[in-house]
Every structure is written in C-alpha cells, then in structure tokens.
C-alpha cells in the first residue's frame, strides 16, 4: 500500500484541522491504519489507529476526546479529525498501515506516508 497524507497546516490553539492520508495499490481495507506524530529530534509517537473495518479505535492518551480518527474503504482514505489544537500538538503527521491489529508500535507499521506539518500557534 502506498499512502499520502495530507491537509496540514498552521492554525490557532483552539482549532481545528482534519487529516487525510490516501491509499493507492493494494487493498487497504485489508489492512489496520495509524496515526503517528514527530518533532524535531523526537522519536515517532503513536496518536491514533483504527481496525480494518473501523469498529475498533484506540487513541494516546494525550489526545483521547480531542482526535478523532476514521476511514473510509470506498474512497481508500484514512483521517484524522484533530478538535481543541494545542501548541504541544504541533508536529508532523504520518499516517501509516499495519496488518497487526491494535498496535501502537512503529515497528508494526509496514506502509507509511510521507508526513504533513501541522503547527499550532498559542
């Protein structure tokens, strides 16, 4: 699966942004999808991840009722609906597949995007 994330950018605390990551290639229905978060001399965190069929999610604790995350397997996409942004949330995004399931490790994600910037100013 090849993935390309999207919709990032620079917003207040306070905002909200939504992320989208697109699938092209193999099935992506098959396959369980990610979030993860990066800064600069950071490891990768795990956000969010969602089962293949989407009735399982599970989140980090630094942003349970804040983000949401969601799929769509008719349009092979991936998203990220990020509500009450806080300056912390600031990163890159990358979006990713796995066919573990319920994983929050990056070791277990074997697709990934290439990562889009979200900012969040005070």
């Known amino acids: 699966v090849q993935l390309q994330a999207s919709g990032g950018g620079l917003v207040q605390a306070g905002d909200s942004l939504r992320l989208s990551c697109a699938a092209f290639?193999?099935?992506?229905?098959?396959?369980?999808g990610g979030w993860f978060r990066q800064t600069p001399g950071k490891a990768r965190e795990f956000v969010a991840g969602?089962?293949?069929?989407?009735?399982?999610?599970y989140y980090s604790d630094s942003v349970k009722g804040r983000f949401t995350i969601s799929r769509d397997n008719a349009k092979s996409t991936l998203y990220l609906q990020m509500r009450g942004l806080k300056p912390e949330d600031t990163a890159v995004y990358f979006c990713?597949?796995?066919?573990?399931?319920?994983?929050?490790?990056?070791?277990?994600?074997?697709?990934w995007g290439q990562g889009t910037l979200v900012t969040v100013s005070s």
């Open positions: 990713a597949t796995t066919l573990r399931f319920d994983s929050m490790y990056e070791r277990d994600f074997t697709s």
């Open positions: 290639g193999r099935s992506f229905s098959a396959y369980n």
């Open positions: 969602i089962s293949w069929s989407g009735t399982n999610l």
